[in-house]
């Protein structure tokens, strides 16, 4: 499959007898990636118009670059943070309608005050009407004809600034920045918001302006963009759906925005240009839900889903299959199956949507989503935005982590573009995931075994097809636990397929855990790992569960002619949830409901087989 | 001042752009001591009330209400006016953070713009800036090793040296080389051979006390040493390349500090421009800070 490695395992071999055959630097000739970056890609700062407004009013995105490679900042409520370790990689990602301007225009900036909307602005608070401007970015994506876009010279001016920062952050083999932002559209107060993200410099994203939905609120619409992006600059440039949970049913649903159904134009587009699924995050985790998947002990996990974004329509149980991850990509088999091409065949990365210019995800050390939720006493009491969902619910979520041989633009990217990436909800957890027809289950106690791995199958995000006569798909996972971190509990593949009658099924399978526990004889289940957790001091040790876990895993209900899609989770034993450190430290007590303790964990991006 | 009650009643309760109108109150009378109550003041303070900000709404809630209602926020308003005037009269205006922070930025920003346009230096100014700045560029010490794993959850910790042990002779009398590391031993999580990593990079796949321990070692280009033991088991290390921390040549970090010094110049500018505005200040120190 890749002659490289093969002279490689040979050079590897005549070594041991002739110490000049291999190469001196063993990663030479490996082209498969070797290191797992831990970064952000949806970030936003006082650029974003939500977040100035809500009091994010002194961090830049150079701040928030500092802060993600170690820096320490001081946050809104005038405590000092930092990171326990840097991130490897970040995207700041402001919301494009109205980009930079109400920090602009608050501070007098003739760029956006000499504008006509900064005109109107000014005009609408010289007459005693603060609504022209307060409503300015709600209204910009409800009601664009009333709320304009500045004007393109403005746009772009201010754009380019973006994007010249993050140049000059980015240190190719430290850090990278990449240039994004965040594409802000809805429809009836419901969440389709996708993170932009491009590969390139300040040269070719610094040429077009961000696309916003003063643009256009629909999809497809965004897509031609990022499509005319490329073919002007020659760069490339990705988009990354979020917060599905808060769609009501719309952002991964049958149906296309104009009520026809989905088809195969919209299906090439939707897998060309998003390759991503941001499944965890700030508002709310959506990898599963108990509703939909009720055998599923571990689906009930931070959910949100009470609602659209804005508060408008209650949730319904209906919209659930297109709001989370694996029914999503279990509808895709389905929409391949009669279009040909599969939609939603996304991978899956975890980011925090923070506002506040900071990337926190670890539950002791969380800066919460606007600065109302920076750490202080009473930040369980209070509604995100005053009027949204109740703060004590916010999840201290997620990292997006790439295999990639090297840390720059180049290379992650294109770990971002092959789906060789996973999710964490704000652990480090390291995890590599296999698909195959060949591997044998000594693999994982080779030293050599990512040689084997990549050469006889797939890692995540890849595809297997046309299984060989009398084979099984076989998954391998190797799950590590974050150095600093809590052990691990247990390792489990997902498995979502379409049945040979046309229905969709899924099914969870324990393959490695930890401490000589065994399966339930009825259910097959792995029982509870238990808890080290002292509420009183919230804190846990590890002295239950395992430092790594691996398995070899040969799918038994195997049919060579069902569509299947396969993805890893990997889960921590309980520690305290972040309200839990927020009790000891404030000494308050959270809501009734909020949960005291949780189980970080992966996900990984998925491995499909199509017959 | 952070834990003032009042400062974040001010912070969160009310939007940011609140305090702009406040320094621009509705139009009022030239004279500090009368209040006029008109329907336009009345409607944008209803929208800063309800923190809903939509003025056709708030007409129309304003239209419907009965004679009491409308008396009772006529009576609010008047109150805050009268108070917020009394305030500023005292001059509590000057003491409001939020206030300060919003003025306080908007003179930044201009000094930000003045600031933008620094010229680059050429490379002679550039080293010599360098030269007094060098242990900001340090290069942190590396090692590059390759190590053999057992691992002591299969097999316990006693068996896991002991078969370390046995190794370490086959290993050293075949005189195994850096690149065949991989064929020994067993599946390590992370990586067999390393190349010129750093010291947390280590700790962080084989605990504080081995890497402490590696950093230490002597390098042997053909002699594997150990056992070492990890957090995971035990490790043979063929060490063949240990380099102390050291100073970075110029030419070495060139491009991080140019950035590093357009960022410094641009500060530089910037305090400057801030300085002068200091400068049309006279600054009395009362006795009172005498320590």
């Known amino acids: ?611 | 001042m952070l834990k003032d009650p009042l400062f974040h009643f001010i912070v969160l309760g009310a939007l940011l752009f609140g305090a702009w109108a406040v320094l621009n109150p509705a139009e009022s009378a030239d004279d500090p001591r009368t209040i006029v109550v008109d329907r336009e003041a009345l409607l944008t303070f209803i929208q800063y009330r309800t923190r809903s900000f939509d003025e056709s709404a708030a007409a129309e809630k304003f239209d419907a209400w009965p004679e009491a209602m409308l008396e009772d926020v006529i009576q609010d308003f008047i109150r805050e006016e009268a108070l917020y005037r009394s305030a500023v009269e005292m001059g509590l205006d000057a003491d409001d953070y939020v206030m300060r922070q919003r003025m306080v930025q908007k003179v930044e920003f201009m000094a930000e713009g003045v600031a933008e346009d620094v010229v680059a230096p050429d490379d002679n100014q550039l080293e010599a800036w360098y030269s007094e700045r060098k242990q900001n560029y340090a290069q942190a010490a590396l090692i590059t090793f390759a190590h053999v794993f057992f691992s002591s959850e299969r097999r316990g910790e006693a068996s896991a040296t002991e078969e370390a042990t046995q190794a370490l002779e086959a290993l050293n009398r075949a005189r195994v080389p850096f690149a065949a590391a991989p064929s020994w031993g067993e599946r390590f999580p992370y990586h067999v051979n390393y190349v010129d990593r750093g010291f947390e990079e280590i700790v962080s796949h084989f605990g504080e006390t081995m890497a402490v321990e590696l950093f230490s070692l002597e390098p042997r280009e053909s002699t594997w040493q150990g056992p070492f033991s990890s957090t995971r088991g035990t490790h043979l290390i063929l060490l063949i390349r240990s380099t102390p921390a050291r100073e970075a040549a110029f030419a070495e970090v060139r491009d991080q500090v140019l950035r590093d010094w357009l960022v410094e110049a641009t500060r530089a500018r910037k305090d400057a421009f801030v300085q002068r505005v200091l400068d049309g200040f006279t600054v009395v120190r009362a006795p009172d800070l005498q320590r």
């Open chain 1, 1 to 611: 499959m890749r002659p490289g490695f093969t002279i490689l395992i040979w050079g590897g071999l005549l070594a041991t007898t002739s110490a000049l055959a291999a190469e001196y630097s063993p990663p030479v000739g490996k082209d498969y990636p070797q290191y797992a970056y831990f970064g952000d890609t949806h970030l936003h700062t006082r650029n974003s118009a939500d977040a100035y407004s809500l009091g994010n009013m002194n961090l830049t995105p150079a701040d928030a670059y500092r802060f993600a490679r170690g820096e320490e900042v001081i946050a809104h409520n005038g405590m000092r943070v930092k990171l326990r370790r840097p991130l490897d990689f970040l995207v700041v990602s402001d919301h494009s309608e109205y980009l930079g301007g109400y920090y602009r225009f608050n501070v007098g900036d003739p760029v956006v005050r000499n504008t006509p909307v900064g005109q109107a602005w000014q005009a609408g608070l010289e007459k005693g009407n603060p609504g022209q401007m307060m409503s300015a970015f709600t209204g910009s994506i409800n009601n664009p004809k009333e709320h304009p876009p500045f004007p393109e010279a403005t746009r772009r001016y201010i754009w380019q600034d973006v994007v010249k920062t993050a140049d000059d952050y980015n240190q190719p083999g430290l850090f990278t920045s990449l240039s994004g932002y965040e594409w802000t559209s809805m429809r009836d107060g419901s969440n389709l918001h996708r993170v932009v993200v491009f590969k390139d410099g300040a040269d070719k994203v610094g040429q077009m302006v961000p696309f916003s939905a003063q643009d256009s609120i629909d999809p497809e619409k965004l897509w031609q963009a990022l499509a005319d992006y490329e073919k002007a600059t020659g760069g490339e440039v990705l988009a990354i759906g979020h917060n599905g949970n808060l769609s009501n049913g719309l952002m991964y649903g049958d149906k296309l925005l104009d009520g026809r159904p989905l088809d195969r134009a919209f299906a090439q587009m939707s897998a060309r240009w998003e390759p991503l699924f941001e499944v965890t995050q700030v508002k709310g985790d959506s990898e599963s839900h108990p509703k939909l998947s009720p055998d599923d002990e571990f689906a009930d996990f931070e959910n949100w889903d009470v609602s659209n974004i804005s508060n408008t329509a209650p949730k319904e149980d209906w919209m659930l299959q297109y709001e989370y991850a694996r029914s999503v990509l279990k509808n895709g088999l389905k929409h391949e199956a009669a279009t040909g091409i599969n939609p939603f065949k996304f991978g899956l990365i975890g980011s925090t949507d923070g506002h506040n210019s900071v990337s926190t995800a670890e539950e002791d050390n969380f800066f919460g989503k606007f600065p109302e939720t920076e750490p202080s006493a009473n930040r369980f009491t209070t509604k995100m935005a005053r009027q949204l969902d109740p703060n004590w619910k916010l999840v201290a979520s997620g990292y997006a982590v790439v295999w990639a041989r090297e840390n720059t633009r180049e290379e992650i990217f294109a770990a971002l573009k092959r789906k060789e990436v996973y999710a964490t909800t704000g652990s480090r957890i390291q995890v590599r995931f296999f698909g195959g027809f060949h591997y044998t289950p000594d693999l994982i106690h080779k030293p050599l075994w990512l040689d084997d791995a990549y050469d006889k199958g797939v890692p995540m995000g890849g595809d297997l097809t046309a299984a060989p006569r009398g084979k099984a798909v076989t998954l391998v996972v190797v799950a590590s636990k974050d150095p600093e971190g809590a052990n691990l509990d247990r390792v489990q593949i997902i498995k979502g397929w379409l049945d040979n009658k046309g229905r969709l099924q899924e099914k969870v399978f324990d393959v490695a855990w930890s401490g000589g526990r065994e399966r339930d004889a009825v259910t097959g289940k792995v029982p509870a790992v238990g808890s080290t957790v002292d509420l009183k001091t919230a804190t846990f040790t590890n002295t239950i569960g395992a430092a790594d876990l691996a398995a070899v895993w040969t799918d038994p209900d195997f049919d060579p002619k069902e569509r299947a899609f396969y993805y890893a989770r990997v889960i921590e034993i309980p520690r305290p949830r972040w309200s839990t450190y927020d009790m000891v430290y404030f000494g308050n007590e959270a809501p009734a409901e909020t949960p005291r303790t949780l189980q970080d964990r992966a996900y990984t991006s998925p491995i499909w087989y199509t017959p």
